[in-house]
């Protein structure tokens, strides 16, 4: 056809969108005030603002089952809506959490009223997608979980803190011991807190598992012991056994939400299994057996796999749960994850091809799932170092395409 003819064909239009949920309701959430809208023919006044309060959210579930309404788009900001979402769902009403990105390209409507009543229209066309969210038992366990990763994080520099410290006075500890917070670390630590000087008494508090000597150890505990500084090394201890403390009262909580959980597969081998995984050297697992937990849950042991440690299943399960039908394929799996490349594409040719920045704890898992194996003596292990030898780091094969970022 030539362009002139291409000018001169009539323009059809478009048939106009049907309406696939004729009974949804927008929310704007804020921090002090909760804008909702329902359709218009639904109330005299479509859009109402309430409070945040416990109260006002029982009022707006009630204006809500008055309305008929039984389904609602809101947007996810920060943790305000957990317990609007909360308290719908609580009804009966079915509640989308849909992303903010993807409703606010339209110019000229910022405000809270244009936003719920904009919610209320995109939803009810059947334009947005909810966000995924585990079932009530998986956000109990992913609660405890993340509060016990922010606990991990906490404590940390405080062992950074007894190291600079050492240091100071030149106490070289980690010149001769792989991590001070092992047994033979904390134990000369403590006794260093408690008052003793001599090198050669600190040294014998090593382990037999140790591979430096106890000369070795003596000659790295010869320093200057200023005061100031061992101050600063009992307080950092000190943060460290409370934190260390608080993670130990977190495995408690999650040991019994465990013990409180049915079986969600059937699983015929009911054998006992170690808490341990052989050659496993995680360091923060759980203080209970996490491994027989997760196989009595999900019906299979997922740390049998190379690269999952019990500490990563549990953050995967937590995370994405048991049921995956919510993804129809692998691929929508991973594209949920973060892992799959977008791929910008005009005029048939890729522009460019990235993964997006996306905050997905799974993923952070799978990664360093990933790290272990690329490091590990299996075949898959062998066959990447080999690939990454031929084609370069760079290589989609390579760690930077594989993974390109961490969670914070």
Same mark, same amino acid.
């Given at each position: ?22 009974? *949804? ?10 804008? *909702?809208?329902? /359709? /218009? ?13 416990? @109260? ?26 957990? /317990? ?19 409703? %606010? ?28 969210? /585990?079932?009530?038992?998986?956000? $109990? ?34 010149? @001769? ?5 092992? $047994? ?14 001599? &090198? ?31 101050? @600063? ?41 170690? *808490? ?9 697992? &759980? ?7 997760? %196989?009595?849950?999900?019906? $299979? ?24 039908? %919510? ?13 799959? &490349? ?6 048939? %040719? ?59």
């Amino acid at each position: 056809m030539s362009r002139a003819s291409r000018a001169a064909a009539p323009i059809t239009r478009s048939e106009q969108l049907s309406v696939v949920h004729p009974h *949804a309701a927008g929310l704007e959430i804020g921090a002090h005030e909760i804008v *909702a809208a329902v /359709p /218009p023919d639904h109330d005299d006044q479509p859009v109402r603002a309430f409070g945040t309060f416990t @109260v006002d959210l029982a009022q707006l579930a009630d204006w809500f089952v008055r309305c008929g309404v039984d389904t609602v788009a809101l947007e996810s900001t920060g943790v305000y809506w957990i /317990p609007v979402f909360e308290v719908l769902e609580a009804r009966g009403i079915e509640v989308q959490v849909v992303n903010a990105r993807h409703v %606010k390209m339209v110019p000229g409507r910022k405000s809270d009223w244009n936003d719920a009543q904009w919610l209320q229209q995109l939803h009810a066309l059947g334009l947005l997608r909810g966000s995924f969210r /585990p079932d009530s038992e998986m956000r $109990v366990l992913r609660t405890y979980l993340r509060h016990r990763a922010d606990l991990l994080q906490h404590r940390a520099p405080h062992i950074l803190h007894m190291q600079k410290a050492l240091q100071h006075m030149n106490i070289q500890l980690t010149q @001769v011991l792989t991590d001070i917070t092992g $047994v033979t670390g904390m134990a000369i630590i403590r006794a260093i807190i408690a008052g003793e000087r001599n &090198p050669l008494t600190l040294a014998q508090l090593r382990n037999a598992a140790c591979k430096s000597s106890e000369d070795q150890i003596a000659k790295a505990l010869t320093g200057t012991w200023r005061e100031e500084h061992l101050f @600063v090394l009992k307080q950092a201890l000190a943060l460290f056994d409370y934190y260390t403390l608080q993670v130990v009262e977190c495995d408690k909580q999650l040991e019994q939400q465990f013990a409180a959980m049915k079986p969600r597969f059937e699983d015929q081998d009911l054998q006992m299994l170690s *808490a341990h995984k052989p050659r496993s050297k995680s360091k923060n697992k &759980p203080a209970f057996n996490a491994r027989h937990e997760l %196989k009595r849950v999900v019906g $299979v042991d997922l740390t049998a796999v190379t690269g999952l440690s019990s500490s990563l299943v549990l953050t995967i399960i937590s995370e994405v749960g048991t049921d995956m039908t %919510k993804w129809p394929t692998v691929k929508h799996f991973a594209s949920w994850l973060g892992l799959a &490349p977008r791929n910008d594409i005009s005029g048939g %040719k890729v522009l460019r091809s990235r993964t997006l920045k996306t905050v997905n704890r799974a993923a952070q898992a799978f990664r360093q799932a990933a790290q272990s194996v690329a490091r590990s003596d299996t075949a898959f292990g062998v066959y990447f170092r080999r690939m990454r030898a031929k084609l370069g780091p760079g290589h989609p094969l390579g760690c930077r395409q594989l993974w390109p970022r961490r969670i914070k």
